[in-house]
Nanobody
Framework: QVQLVESGGGLVQAGGSLKLSCAAS????????MGWYRQAPGMQRELVAT???????TYADSVKGRFTISRANAKNTIYLEMNSLKPEDTAVYYC????????WGQGTQVTVSS
């Protein structure tokens, strides 16, 4: 059974930083294409960043230069380092295993105050 458990969310002032973690189990983590998504109130869930099994990354335009996705295969964990946070980054952030086996985490709330 695949499990993805996010942590690291919280309340931060605009301009601040947070680092999210997602611990995976039930998959061969090193082979998996992973990502972070977010969903703000009343909005559709959107892609934030992805990282392939070999470490190639992609980012949404809205977070380029501010967020960094990374992975530690030895720890079965991906991270999302978020800097220069803005109120519009407020959302529930979800970890996703994109493939070969797809799964979602339960989400972690990030709130950025102005």
């Amino acid at each position: 059974q695949v499990q993805l458990v996010e942590s690291g969310g919280g309340l931060v002032q605009a301009g601040g930083s947070l680092k999210l973690s997602c611990a995976a189990s039930g998959i061969i983590f090193s082979l998996h294409y992973m990502g972070w998504y977010r969903q703000a109130p009343g909005m559709q869930r959107e892609l934030v960043a992805t990282i392939t099994s070999s470490g190639t990354t992609t980012y949404a335009d809205s977070v380029k230069g501010r967020f960094t996705i990374s992975r530690a295969n030895a720890k079965n964990t991906i991270y999302l380092e978020m800097n220069s946070l803005k109120p519009e980054d407020t959302a529930v952030y979800y970890c996703r295993s994109i493939g070969p086996i797809a799964a979602w985490g339960q989400g972690t709330q990030v709130t950025v105050s102005s």
